[in-house]
Nanobody, 125 residues
């Protein structure tokens, strides 16, 4: 069992920055890939970024590439999402997720086994 708790969301002006954190507890953090997803009102949950268990591989949605950075600190059991140059269309509830799949870094919802409760990010224009 894995518990995930996100934090760091809030209200920010367009062009601003936020850093989301996701603290994990339970099974060995360094044994699973981590991802960030988001869901805007009236839309489906979508992939944002993912990172391998070691942190050596990262993947991003085209919409956030060059603006968001995913990282992890296995010693602190925490994954981060640094968001810069935020746009109003980045407004959503952001979720972190953990996957025990091996061999690749998953990027679809059904490849993830555990989810956090989400944190709201609102970007004002």
């Amino acid at each position: 069992q894995v518990q995930l708790v996100e934090s760091g969301g809030g209200l920010v002006q367009a062009g601003g920055s936020l850093r989301l954190s996701c603290a994990a507890s339970g099974r060995t953090f360094s044994s699973y890939s981590m991802g960030w997803f988001r869901q805007a009102p009236g839309k489906e949950r979508e992939f944002v970024a993912a990172i391998s268990w070691s942190g050596g591989s990262t993947y991003y949605a085209d919409s956030v590439k060059g603006r968001f950075t995913i990282s992890r600190d296995n010693a602190k059991n925490t994954v981060y999402l640094q968001m810069t140059s935020l746009k109003p269309e980045d407004t959503a509830v952001y979720y972190c997720a953990a996957s025990f799949l091996t061999g690749w870094v998953p990027r679809t919802l059904n490849e993830y086994d555990y989810w956090g409760q989400g944190t709201q990010v609102t970007v004002a224009s």
